[in-house]
């Protein structure tokens, strides 16, 4: 991935956002392998390095890139360190805590993981400020029923531990994973009697106000969907694999589709596809339209959490649509490094976790190559675009017939809609293969697997995601109005039917996907230099 960033860091106007996100990121991973002295003596050596190579006033960039370098280390070393009073200095001595539910519980049919902000905890007979979070894991008997939300003030009364590592190497690291999110502690309850619920509630009346809205969009699509169905609907609105059966789960992932259920930029993508047209039917101003859009994005990462994958994807987004009310054009390469610094600035641990690798690498793939290699197809004649260049002509005739009333516009119009699901259909091909061309040995470094029928899978179920995102949102209206409700409740279930049969048909299968062994750096570099040496040729060939 250094390599194709890399290639855009030395091209303007993107390459000065690229290289300070990367000098930010390098510093994170320098300050994560080796001690601040050693960090330092890396970035005088480069430092140095650069002001004896260049003479004119790339000397001055380089000061730039050397102080953002410590920039980044500065903020990984705050990020991971823990206050004197955090509850995870003390777990050996807590016999009862209290504190406020931080986030909206995650409920599973294993058990409801809660997210609690600590602010006191009981060593003895005394109470004795603390601060922290605590991952609290409540598992009740069948009878034993509870209902906690965002806000809610509650005493536990266990005693904390500190998160274990794995037990073999390699394996997924739980405690890691929960230090990404600057949480060092967990809690177990099993009984009803150890949860006691305080009378008042705290955190931000905003994200409460998103996470009711987020729970009526769930409860709504619940109302006219059935079980299972209902499940991949609100998987798919609002990004989360808790309402999934584990089943169902596994032929998603084993289908490469798991993406789908992911809070991500397709998530915005539709949600923009589907507000924008909505806001210019009811007449409303284009800088006004994208105003309001930014707002529902920031509503909607409220509604489903802060995952690298969709912060990277609403400030993309947001600054995209930002840029008409201000009067700039939006450079995609910049859009993207920026997502990426501001991302890592506020969570500097994002850089080790997979979902922000495999989501920048997505996407980055998506910008860099996937037009590449759709103008490859097309040189080839494995695929006809009429709206590429190639097959048009150029542009002013691609112009003349957009604008002009000749047979041409005619038969465009009697064949918007086959031609708009055959573009969507080969935009998921395209899509999935440079992806998967991007991603293939982080997935394979962390999963040990890799899908064998992720393209047709995702093919085939192009046309169908939009329609259950909008049927999803719909049923928030829908479910109040009598027959319209039926009606789409029918649309939304024949439809999940569809992608049900299409992802347990497909990750049934024996051959679905293979497992494979943890490659290393060398391999994984090696990996990345000939995919780079491949596209090369590509751009060479097909450059046009």
């Not at 601060?131 to 806000?151: E, F, H, P, W």
């Not at 405690?175 to 600057?182: H, I, N, P, S």
């Not at 992932?253 to 992911?262: C, N, S």
């Not at 690798?357 to 097309?378: E, H, K």
């Amino acid at each position: 991935m250094i390599i194709f960033m890399w290639e855009a860091s030395i091209k303007l106007p993107e390459g000065r956002m690229a290289a300070i996100a990367m000098a930010f990121a390098a510093g994170i991973l320098a300050s994560s392998y080796f001690d601040p002295i050693c960090c330092l003596a890396i970035c005088a050596v480069f430092v140095v390095a650069g002001l004896v190579s260049f003479r004119d006033n790339r000397r001055a960039i380089v000061i730039i890139l050397g102080a953002v370098f410590l920039l980044g280390m500065y903020r990984f070393l705050l990020h991971i360190q823990t206050p004197v009073d955090d509850i995870s200095r003390m777990p050996g001595r807590v016999i009862a805590f209290e504190g406020s539910i931080a986030e909206d519980p995650d409920v599973r049919s294993s058990g409801t993981r809660i997210v609690l902000r600590a602010n006191s905890v009981q060593i003895g007979d005394g109470w004795h400020k603390v601060s922290g979070l605590v991952m609290v894991t409540v598992r009740l008997a069948n009878k034993d029923q509870i209902r906690l939300s965002y806000g809610d003030r509650l005493q536990i009364d266990a005693h904390p531990y500190r998160p274990f590592d794995p037990t073999n190497p390699g394996q997924f690291s739980y405690k890691d994973y929960l230090a990404r999110q600057g949480i060092h502690t967990c809690a177990s309850v099993r009984n009803l009697s150890q949860i006691k619920i305080i009378t008042g509630k705290s955190g931000n009346s905003l994200v409460r106000s998103a996470l009711a809205a987020k729970n009526c969009i769930a409860a709504s699509i619940e109302r006219i969907h059935p079980k299972q169905q209902a499940s991949v609907i609100i998987g798919m609105v609002l990004g989360t694999y808790s309402y999934l059966p584990k089943k169902t789960f596994d032929n998603f992932a084993r289908t490469g589709t798991l993406h789908l259920l992911a809070a991500s930029g397709y998530n915005c993508f539709i949600l923009l596809w589907l507000a924008l047209p909505i806001l210019k039917l009811i007449r409303l101003p284009a800088k006004l339209r994208n105003i309001v859009v930014i707002l529902l994005l920031v509503l909607y990462v409220m509604m489903v959490g802060t995952m690298p994958s969709l912060i990277r994807a609403a400030i993309m987004s947001g600054l995209w649509l930002l840029a008409l009310p201000l009067g700039r054009v939006p450079n995609i390469k910049n859009l993207f490094f920026t997502a990426g610094l501001v991302t890592l600035a506020i969570r500097p641990s994002d850089l080790f976790d997979v979902g922000f690798q495999l989501s920048f690498a997505a996407v980055w793939a998506l910008i860099t190559s996937a037009s590449l290699i759709q103008s490859a197809l097309v040189r080839m004649g494995l695929y006809n675009d009429p709206w590429s260049i190639s097959s048009a002509g150029n542009i002013q005739q691609v112009t003349n017939a957009l604008t002009s009333q000749s047979k041409f516009t005619r038969r465009l119009k009697n064949y918007a809609i086959w031609d708009w699901s055959r573009r969507e259909v080969v935009s998921a091909a395209v899509a999935t293969i440079t992806v998967t061309l991007y991603t293939t040995p982080i997935v394979a470094y962390y999963f040990n697997n890799f899908s064998l029928v992720s393209l047709p899978a995702n093919v085939a179920l192009a046309l169908s995601v939009p329609i259950v995102f909008a049927v999803g949102l719909i049923s928030v209206v829908a479910a109040n109005v009598p027959y319209i409700g039926v009606a789409v409740g029918f649309i939304g279930t024949k439809v999940t039917d569809f992608i049900l049969a299409i992802v347990n048909y497909l990750g049934s299968s024996q051959y679905s996907a293979v497992t494979v062994a943890t490659p290393g750096p060398l391999a994984v570099f090696g990996y990345y230099i000939l995919l780079f040496v491949g596209l090369s040729y590509l751009r060479s060939k097909y450059a046009k």
